[in-house]
């Protein structure tokens, strides 16, 4: 029954998003691009991607007859709630050249900042003396590119593990197919991760949080790899709310004992229990913290050195200048790899060990 609710909601999204499958918009290069030359243009490329957005961007090019630039782009859906819903896909936006009209309101897209603003007709942006929009922007539900890839690694996962399930319930314990590349991982996390760290005795009760979280950063870490252009672990938002959970495990199924040690430290004097307790306190939250920042800051400066030694070859325009930001790129590329993994094995290891210190038992 949850199998056949999880086809229904991956054929509505593909029929809703493949309608318009890279649909070709034309926008005048000389709109997008007026001054500034080759390296602010570099620049805004690299920010625009470190964002979230409406769409799947695969390329661009200029239409030599019409000098527009064309943009090969998997559009998604936009669902606006202004005094009702609005749904519409985003190729109808075109980067923010057009302005969208649905049910009598208008919107337009503002391509710096992924952000849509209710406007006029004519699509006219208020600014104020700190040259920041006015306009009012509406909730916005719509499934971004992030969240998108989300919902695609989901399914990935849901599919993925309920097969090597089946496999192992047919073939009495032994897996198949692609199963067998990831039971040693599944068994490495419970052997050297989970057990060592949270102890025989209540391991189990955290492999099933600890093996999606591993999973789940490191597919997203290599989607981000492909030329798609996802950033969703670079992005704070979905950090922070894997942390969160990380933050909410912890301390929902801590003990007695976890807490005695942060608040009433057992064989330490009373002046020193004063003093060490807010510091210990503070900890409490200054370890996801640590959690959502390293994740965030390694993914946000891998793509942003790529992306950078990329530019440089449009930059250099020669041969040597641009072979060797190419070198620099690919190997960047393959640290990067390694990366994705390291960054998924470190959230899951440091999760397990919090993990470990709440449920730890008392020996004073």
């Known amino acids: 029954m949850k199998q056949s609710k999880y086809l229904l909601s991956i054929v509505f999204l593909l029929i809703f998003g493949l309608s318009t499958f890279a649909s070709p918009i034309k926008v005048s290069d000389k709109e997008i691009k007026e001054d500034g030359g080759i390296k602010t243009e570099i620049k805004d490329y ?3 991607h470190l964002k979230d957005s409406h ?4 390329t661009s ?16 859906p ?65 499934i971004t590119k992030n969240i998108s890839t989300i919902i695609l690694v989901a399914f990935i996962m849901f599919f993925l593990f309920t097969n090597l399930a089946k496999s192992f319930a047919e073939n009495k314990g032994i897996s198949k ?17 989970a057990i060592p760290n949270i102890g025989e005795k209540k391991y189990k009760n955290y492999m ?9 950063i490191w ?42 040690h942060i608040f009433w430290m057992p064989g330490v004097p009373v002046l020193i229990k004063i003093v060490l307790a807010p510091i210990e306190l503070l900890g409490v939250f200054i370890k996801p913290f640590s959690l959502l920042i390293r994740l965030y800051a390694n993914i946000q400066a891998g793509h942003i050195v790529l992306y950078s030694l990329i530019g440089l070859m449009f930059i250099f325009q020669n041969l040597i200048g ?43």
């Open 46 to 48: 690299i920010t625009h």
């Open 55 to 58: 769409s799947y961007s695969l």
């Open 61 to 76: 090019w200029v239409d030599e007859d019409t000098g527009k630039k064309v943009y090969l782009e998997l559009p998604l």
């Open 78 to 142: 936009v669902i606006l709630y202004d005094n009702g819903f609005h749904f519409f896909m985003s190729s109808k936006l075109k980067h923010g050249k057009t302005v969208v009209e649905s049910n009598g309101n208008f919107y337009r897209l503002n391509y710096d900042k992924s952000k849509i603003f209710k406007t006029n007709k004519e699509g006219v942006f208020d600014y104020d003396k700190d040259n920041k929009i006015l306009n009012y922007a509406p909730l916005d539900f719509s």
């Open 177 to 193: 197919g692609i199963g067998r590349f990831f039971e040693p991982i599944i068994l490495y996390i419970r052997d050297e991760i």
């Open 208 to 216: 099933s949080f600890l093996l999606t979280i591993f999973f789940f």
């Open 219 to 260: 597919f997203l870490n290599m989607l981000g790899l492909t030329p798609l252009g996802v950033n969703v672990t670079g992005n704070i938002a979905v950090t922070f709310s894997l942390a969160l959970l990380t933050f909410l495990i912890t301390n929902f199924t801590a003990n007695k004992s976890y807490w005695g």
């Open 322 to 364: 641009s072979s060797l930001s190419f070198v620099l790129a690919f190997f960047i590329s393959i640290i990067e790899i390694l990366v994705a993994l390291l960054q998924a094995y470190i959230f899951t290891m440091l999760s397990a060990l919090y993990f470990g210190f709440a449920v730890a038992e008392d020996d004073h």
